[in-house]
């Protein structure tokens, strides 16, 4: 795999140094956060994948299911005889195989582009995804938007991007407006994208989702006080927080939390400050926004795109949509 590293180094903060201002701006607010992106060390990535294997997260193996059944159809709606896939954000790769396998049993040739901010995201990738004469794979290491710009400079094909996993339910409805426009914008006229939508659903099914009854999901976010201690010098006490995954009717997303279970005072050694947490006042971790087939098409009517298909499971539970950019 071929890889291009984007980020600038040179004015590029540290990681730690970035992990550490964005805890310290999250537990400074009055409704104190922490960023999902820090989920993700390499216990918590351990985690994840538990948690994605579980029998009460039907969301992995639901839209899989989807890919492997529309994978020759997705093929058959792009006409060219060549297409870029860029994915943003590409995790493991077994999904992202699927579309591809689609498209090469299709006679087409195809140049995958994975975008991440990540390096080691493309290692991994490198374990799933190999190169042959009809697959060339260019990883780049950058942010999304940025990655896309590349490969614009690079490319005349016509492009598929994907966007799986229902990551964009991690943004609010204003977020994702302004990320959507954004992919349009960086896109030519007929270029498709292919974006996983977790679908509203009977709320028990739901909060199974993200309260597993192994408890994964629990470990899963306490590992993330775990991280602050060890790269940070806190002194969480993760015992000492319970963790709360509910449906919020309201704005359709499910939320969760860690609530303190007493009073208590964190202090953290690469910030020289201390935080306090009342008993049970909420620290917020995550949005997981949840749609219906209505949300989905006004999304993309509103943020340029024409709806090309619906991909879903016989439960209804997840669709995988299949966008088309519209440019005048």
Sequence with gaps: MEISNLVNYENHINDK??????VLNGLSRDE?????????????SELFQKITKHEDYYLTRTEYEILKQANKEIANIISEDEVDIVELGAGDGHKSKLIIEGLLESGKTVNYYPIDISAEAMKQLEQVITPNENLQVHGVVAEYFEGLRYINERSRNRKLVLFLGSNIGNFNRHQSHYFLQHMWNGLEANDMALI???????????????NDSSGYTKEFNLNLLERINKELGGNFVPENFQHVGIFNPKIGAMESYLLP????SVYIKSLKKAFHFEAFEPLHLEYSFKYT?????????????QVAKHFTDKNEYFIDSLWRVVKA
């Design 17 to 22: 140094e970035q992990f550490a201002l964005d």
């Design 32 to 44: 104190k956060m922490l960023s999902t992106k820090y989920f993700y060390d390499d216990k918590g």
């Design 196 to 210: 996983g939508f977790d679908l509203k659903k009977d709320v028990e099914k739901l909060t199974a989702a993200y």
């Design 261 to 264: 279970k007493k009073d208590q």
């Design 293 to 305: 087939k209505g949300d989905i098409e006004t999304m993309c009517f509103d943020s340029g795109f």
